[in-house]
């Protein structure tokens, strides 16, 4: 008997085409003042080696906090929720659903798992792995960006339940944020549909800097990665390691800004572009904004997008929170305490 495909891939984003958005990308961000580039960028094999080290580091809170969160919260809002529809935007190699899966493996229910991610190779080494620990598991990977491609995630089959973990949702500006806030909207056909968020917390300003630089350089050889992307990516002649890493918080935006900062002056030529630009000593690059929220705020920004607060779940320090959302006509919450 021929064994059921437990995997498939709907690829909405190949190897050309995804040059050909960071090229755009490069020159966009290059040619305006100040110069720009997305963080999204940040995350080739060496980036996301760096950022899984930056997660370890003891200054950086984030994914140790969500951690906490999520062992407390997994086990009752799967057994609350029960979907047979788990969507997952950005998921990487989905080491978080498993925390999730866990507490449903033996139950006898079928799960469709759909992970939204641009590395084709990455969704099909991480659905390897949990298709070989999970039986009840079946993996429809769309292979996307989750900014432009959410509406190609194939129809529900079931409760569903979307995630967006992590604190990407801060990488985004109010506008760009809205937008994909909606799609998410759209993602929840269903009163019983979810999603669940993830929201850094705004908090004692020395604590969020200290995350961002860290005493063993970490974090500052992750920002100067995004320049050996562009190098080989647009055959370009960045030093990497002729740039500053600079990060600070910026309180009247509730943000920490990462950039990189000359530190002599360069001409710089990227020759898939055909384009030479000149950095003056002291002249920045912007990679990353990180927004942090407080709960009023958040709550707010997600219903003028259409979703309902119906859970709101912190770790123990009110560092971290992940908010579980429905669409707003499915039901009515009161606010975060």
Known sequence: MTEPVRYHADVHMDEE???????????????????????????????????ERITRLPEYYLTRAESLILQD???????????????????????????????????????????????????????????GRYPFLNVHAVVGDFERHLARVPPPAGRRLVLFLGSTIG???????????????????????????????VKDVAVIEAAYNDSRG?????????????????????????FRHLAFYRGECERIEMHLTATA?????????GLTIRIEEGEGIWTESSYKFTPAATRAMLQAAGLELVGWHVDPDERFALALTA???AVSAPPPA
């Open 17 to 51: 085409s995804r040059l050909r958005t960071l090229a755009e990308d490069v020159r966009a961000g290059l040619t305006r003042r100040p110069m720009t580039l997305p963080p999204k960028y940040f995350y080739d094999a060496a980036g996301s080696a760096l950022f």
């Open 73 to 131: 919260l997994a086990p009752r809002l799967v057994g609350e929720l029960t979907p047979a529809d788990i969507v997952e935007l950005g998921s990487g190699s989905s080491a978080k659903l498993r925390m999730l899966l866990e507490p449903m493996n033996g139950n006898g229910h079928l799960i469709r798992y759909v992970p939204v991610d641009v590395d084709a190779s990455t969704l099909a080494a991480g659905a390897a792995r949990l298709i």
């Open 171 to 201: 990488n985004l500006d109010p506008g760009p944020r809205h937008r994909l806030l909606r799609r998410i909207r759209a993602l929840l056909s269903g009163p019983e549909d979810r999603a669940l968020i993830g929201f850094d917390l």
């Open 218 to 242: 970490v974090t500052r050889d992750f920002n100067r990665n995004i320049l050996r992307v562009v190098n080989r990516s647009v055959d370009a002649d960045f030093e990497p390691e002729a």
């Open 265 to 273: 002056r360069q001409e710089v030529r990227l020759r898939r572009l």
């Open 327 to 329: 669409r707003a006509e």
